[in-house]
């Protein structure tokens, strides 16, 4: 099974390996709060870019641990790259990208990345 998502203006598109999430990750910290995402942290090799690699820009704060990547068209961020606990390559996932999510059937998960 997988699924799709995409920017807002369908420049950026990709697919993930595996079934849509139920559960989904809420961080305040100043960058998910402000942008409201609802995160689902797959291993990047489950990850695949469909189209739009060329309309990609990328965003770096704080510790610059993770590639905050946004539609240079749109300005839409569904996805970012990074590092997970164990070293291995992650995507986070933002589940409202993905037009197939239930959002309000989700469980919701607060992490307090303010705190880091």
Do not use: W
């Amino acid at each position: 099974m997988a699924y799709q998502g995409s920017c807002h203006c369908g420049a950026v598109t990709y697919t993930v390996e595996g079934d849509i999430p139920d559960t989904a990750t809420s961080c305040n910290c100043s960058h998910c709060r402000r942008k409201g995402f609802l995160l689902s942290f797959v291993p990047f090799d489950h990850f695949r870019l469909d189209s739009g690699e060329d309309r990609l820009a990328t965003y770096h704060f704080n510790k610059h641990a993770i590639d905050h990547r946004f539609c240079t068209v749109c300005g839409c961020q569904s996805f970012a790259v990074g590092t997970g606990p164990d070293g291995a390559r992650m995507a986070a996932v933002n589940l409202r990208c993905v037009p197939e999510a239930d959002l309000d059937a989700l469980t919701i998960e607060a992490v307090d990345g303010a705190s880091h």
